[in-house]
């Protein structure tokens, strides 16, 4: 859930990919479907959690629909840290987006978290990084630097083939 200055909940975001191999997340919650995007004084805001990462089509379809700051909020374990920051980055590249991707530290339910939350830029540059222990980050960031970025190497209007549309719904709650 996002919510405004005012505590106005702002959007509501369920996450897409559940992660779980036919166990855990992917038994014990129903999945969402919804692109969700949030118009901000600062620009578009796209939502994804966690296991999302994996996933690049979900944030190229969050910049088709207007997006320059993409936000990721996750539970990333401690032994795929290194993965955590490539993917972070890449999506920032990939979008040519400011990232904001906030790791969970510490332990939860026995397993090891991997800390290192990010706010990366969209040429993939590192402009702020926690370590592995709870820290508040702080970073200046230059949101109108996407679009020039994007206009400077138009990646994005080169595309070739289309982003595929969800599978149809089967009767998930």
Same mark, same amino acid.
């Given at each position: 859930?996002? #919510?405004?200055?005012?505590?106005?909940?702002?959007?509501?975001?369920?996450?897409?990919?559940?992660?779980? #191999? /036919?166990?855990?997340?992917?038994?014990?919650? %129903?999945?969402?479907?919804? $692109?969700?995007?949030?118009?901000?004084?600062?620009?578009?805001?796209?939502?994804?959690?966690?296991? /999302?990462?994996?996933?690049?089509?979900?944030?190229?379809?969050? $910049?088709?629909?207007?997006?320059?700051?993409?936000?990721?909020? =996750? =539970?990333?374990?401690?032994?795929?840290?290194?993965?955590?920051?490539?993917? &972070?980055? %890449?999506?920032?590249?990939?979008?040519? @987006? $400011? $990232?904001? %991707?906030?790791?969970?530290?510490? @332990?939860?339910?026995?397993?090891?978290?991997?800390?290192?939350?990010?706010? &990366?830029?969209?040429?993939?540059?590192?402009?702020?990084?926690?370590?592995?222990?709870?820290?508040?980050?702080?970073?200046?960031?230059?949101?109108? @630097?996407?679009?020039?970025?994007?206009?400077?190497?138009?990646?994005?209007?080169?595309?070739?083939?289309?982003?595929?549309?969800?599978?149809?719904?089967?009767?998930?709650?």
């Amino acid at each position: 859930m996002v #919510f405004d200055r005012t505590g106005a909940l702002r959007a509501t975001y369920r996450k897409i990919h559940r992660y779980g #191999f /036919d166990t855990g997340e992917a038994v014990r919650m %129903a999945a969402g479907w919804d $692109v969700v995007t949030i118009p901000t004084e600062f620009g578009g805001l796209g939502l994804a959690t966690c296991y /999302d990462l994996r996933f690049p089509e979900l944030f190229r379809a969050l $910049v088709d629909a207007g997006t320059e700051i993409l936000v990721v909020p =996750a =539970a990333w374990p401690a032994r795929r840290r290194e993965q955590w920051r490539i993917l &972070v980055r %890449a999506r920032a590249i990939e979008e040519q @987006s $400011v $990232v904001l %991707a906030c790791c969970a530290a510490g @332990s939860h339910s026995g397993v090891d978290q991997a800390g290192g939350s990010l706010v &990366v830029d969209p040429w993939g540059a590192v402009l702020a990084e926690a370590g592995a222990e709870e820290d508040v980050l702080t970073a200046d960031v230059d949101v109108g @630097s996407v679009a020039a970025i994007r206009t400077e190497l138009p990646v994005l209007r080169d595309r070739v083939l289309a982003v595929p549309a969800p599978p149809a719904r089967h009767g998930e709650a």
